[in-house]
């Protein structure tokens, strides 16, 4: 019997092809100002427009500053030509743009779920890899490259192979201070960073089902570093409760025809999946990454692995058999779109209240989107980070990534809630630890690694 993927694939399925691949329809194509232009004008350029200019949306998030007061101008070399081209070949083609100073702009996977334009049952597809993000609505959503979001603007379709599924079950009652940041981390540290390799994962079980809707968020954004195809969480009361009313969620008598469509999006009781992981969740404990993978992760009260391989070690600095608790830090970042909701920056402001972040140390606040930072605002979060000797910002990816423009420096050590930890990811020679939210915040009170709950 079918699973929850197999019946999103089945909605969408169009045609089979030679050699085994499916024509799917797609509902929905965002675009970010890093790669949009070239997209779109290259569309221009072979005489073709967008298929439907209404189910396309293009977000300044990836390299636009965060600066307060920001405008066009960037850290990034270049970086304004991004900005303006994609501006310009959006607004030719018809297609709605979260633009620099709009008051909906933010990371696209933060503004198309909390607008609604994400629903259940619905394909998105985004030149980014965390597109698959937007699955803990339930709708089939991954990430693509220029071409293909060429070829979907165009034609409202893409080509692809079906791709085998996975269950991940976390089973049992997650304990006090885990978090969804923390139940990906132990997938990947227990699978390795290619233990989903080209999967389309569901991820189910009494822990997920217990999430609430941005832990779900987050949990699936971090598929892409088990390097699954995508991920999908059911939707349920949940995730209609944290939709309804939403901009572009339906209305009325068409908001109970769609819950009652919903209402089919779950994976069958005998539904058969080419892979299934169970996870004792109440096993897992706080996590953070000690190498430059996020598969390279422990337990925050743990140590670096008596196996671990050289080449980590020497770039972070660090021995086998070192704790990571106490290990001091230069710098700490709270944002990006695995972390930066309003849920994370309420969670993180209650370690913070009324403390002081160490001597030494550059902790900066991103909010995930213009409406997470007005509404963190208006419940005074940005007083109790600024306070505490935050810098608090305008939205968008900003250190969660080096491209040229703003970065941390060679040899910071830094604890970071993104979703990478790679060699120079927040810039050249940078260490980067990830973590939660909540142990990012404990870490930049303490000036080193720190459990939240142990800052004096």
């Known amino acids: 019997m079918p699973s929850l993927f197999d019946k999103l694939w089945a909605a969408h399925a169009i045609a089979e092809t030679e050699g085994g691949a499916t024509i799917v329809a797609i509902d929905r194509v965002f675009l970010h100002e890093r790669t949009g232009a070239a997209a779109l004008n290259s569309l221009a350029a072979a005489g073709r427009g967008v298929w439907d200019a209404a189910r396309a949306f293009v977000a ?3 390299i636009v500053d965060t600066l307060p007061g920001r405008g066009d101008q960037t850290l990034m070399p270049g970086g304004q030509a991004f900005i303006t081209e994609t501006r310009a070949a959006a607004t030719a083609a018809g297609i709605r743009v979260f633009d620099v100073t709009d008051p909906d702009q933010g990371i696209m996977h933060v503004v ?7 629903l259940p049952g619905l394909t998105l597809v985004a030149p980014d890899s965390h597109t698959c993000t937007q699955g803990a609505v339930g709708a089939l959503a991954w990430g693509i490259g220029s071409t293909e979001a060429e070829h979907a603007l165009a034609t409202s379709t893409l080509r692809i192979k079906k791709p085998p599924s996975m269950r991940v079950r976390f089973e049992g009652v997650l304990a006090p201070g885990v978090t969804a940041k923390d139940m990906a981390l132990a997938l990947i540290a227990a699978h390795g960073s290619a233990g989903g390799q080209g999967f389309a994962v569901e991820f189910a079980g009494e822990a997920v089902r217990a999430l609430p809707m941005e832990a779900r968020l987050t949990l699936c954004n971090m598929a892409t570093e088990f390097a699954a195809f995508s991920a999908v969480i059911a939707p349920d009361a949940v995730t209609l409760e944290w939709l309804k009313g939403r901009r572009y969620a339906p209305e009325g008598a068409m908001w109970d025809r769609a819950v009652e469509a919903w209402a089919g999006l779950v994976s069958d009781a ?89 001597d030494g140390v550059r902790a900066l ?92």
């Open 60 to 62: 300044m998030d990836h």
């Open 270 to 358: 005998d539904a058969v999946f080419d892979r299934e992981i169970v996870i004792d969740a109440g096993a897992i404990r706080p996590m953070v990454s000690w190498g430059t993978s996020p598969m390279q992760s422990v337990p925050l009260d743990g140590v670096v692995p008596a196996d671990a391989a050289a080449k980590p070690l020497a770039y972070m600095g660090l021995a086998a058999g070192q704790p990571l608790l106490g290990l001091p830090v230069t710098g700490a970042f709270i944002g990006s779109c695995t972390n930066s909701r309003i849920s994370d920056l309420r969670r993180a402001a209650a370690i913070v209240r009324g403390r002081k972040v160490a």
């Open 112 to 118: 198309s779920p909390e607008l609604g334009i994400v």
């Open 365 to 456: 606040v991103v909010p995930g989107s213009s409406a997470v930072k007005r509404a963190a605002e208006a419940e005074g979060l940005d007083r109790v980070f600024l306070d505490a000797g935050f810098e608090w910002r305008e939205s968008g990816c900003s250190l969660c990534f080096f491209a040229g423009g703003e970065s941390f420096g060679a040899g910071e050590r830094v604890i970071s809630s993104t979703n990478r930890n790679f060699e120079s990811r927040q810039g050249k020679g940078t260490r980067t630890h990830i973590a939660s939210p909540e142990v990012v915040a404990a870490s930049a009170l303490a000036g080193a690694i720190a459990m939240p709950g142990a800052v004096s």
